[in-house]
Every structure is written in C-alpha cells, then in structure tokens.
C-alpha cells in the first residue's frame, strides 16, 4: 500500500511539472514589440507572454539556431493547439510539443511534420534585437 501511495505522489508530482509549461517573460507594447536576443543562445529557446486586448495570454517563442539564426512562432502547433500545451525546449536543440511529442530541430528550415507544426511568428531583426507585430500576436489569439 506505501508503495502504491509513493507512485500516485510521483504520478502527480509529474504530472504537474507537464501541465505547467515553461516559464515565459511578459513583454508589453502595442504596435511592434521590440525584444533583445543577445541572450538567446545557439540551439536554445526563450518562451514569452503578451497580454492581449481581451486579456488573454498569447505565447510565443523566439530560438536561435545552431547558424546564430533567431525564429519565431507561437507556443502552439497546428494541430494540437486546442489542448493549450505549446512547446517545451530540449537542451540539444530541439523544440518539442508537450502533447504529441513530435520533435522539431531549430535549424530545420521548414519546421513540421504532418499537421503538427509550429505557427511561424513574422519578426523583423535588427541586429540584437527582434519586433513583433501585436497585431500577429492578436492574430493568434483563438489558439489560446
């Protein structure tokens, strides 16, 4: 009986880490949102929050591939996006859904398989910084 209690506290233990996500750091503006990226390291990814007009949070990510290259999209795939999940961050350079499991490479070009795939996140760089369009961000805001 011990032992079947101390695997429901591990299950749930687990299962709470799953369900809560990576941390985000919450970025404000209207128009275009300017965010720094020289802490963004090769194959790592940073996870955001924007407050939307209606108040919903609205996810997203920016990464740097193993090139230097930064990329957007937003924490949610095409297909999975109604179970409110989005994305974790391996440490070898790989962006993974936390529902299907489907593992994305960031250096990958093309980001996806099947209908699972990330929705890319229009930025503009300018050297150490990136924009987003708030409009892009409310654009996405049914995924949430």
């Known amino acids: 009986m011990l032992a079947g209690a101390v695997a429901l506290v ?13 941390r985000t750091t919450e970025v404000v503006g209207i128009g275009a949102i300017t965010i720094a990226t020289s802490d963004i390291k090769p194959g790592s990814v940073k996870f955001y929050s924007y ?3 209606s108040g919903d949070k609205i996810r997203f990510l920016l990464s740097r591939d193993e090139t230097g ?5 937003i924490d ?12 974790t961050a391996s440490r070898d350079g790989y962006l993974i859904c936390r529902l299907c499991g489907n593992r994305y490479k960031l250096s990958d070009k ?35």
Do not use: W
Not at 69 to 73: E, F, I, N, Q
Not at 117 to 132: A, S
């Open 76 to 87: 949610a795939c095409q297909r999975c996006y109604t179970f409110h999940k989005g994305y």
């Open 110 to 144: 093309t980001l996806g398989i099947a209908t699972c795939n990330p929705v890319k996140l229009p930025i503009r760089k300018n050297g150490d910084t990136v924009q987003v369009n708030s409009n892009d961000l409310e654009h996405n805001r049914s995924m949430f």
């Open 69 to 73: 290259d930064v990329r957007a999209a």
């Open 10 to 22: 591990g299950l749930t233990a687990s299962l709470t880490v799953v369900g809560i996500g990576p």
């Open 51 to 53: 407050q939307g007009a």
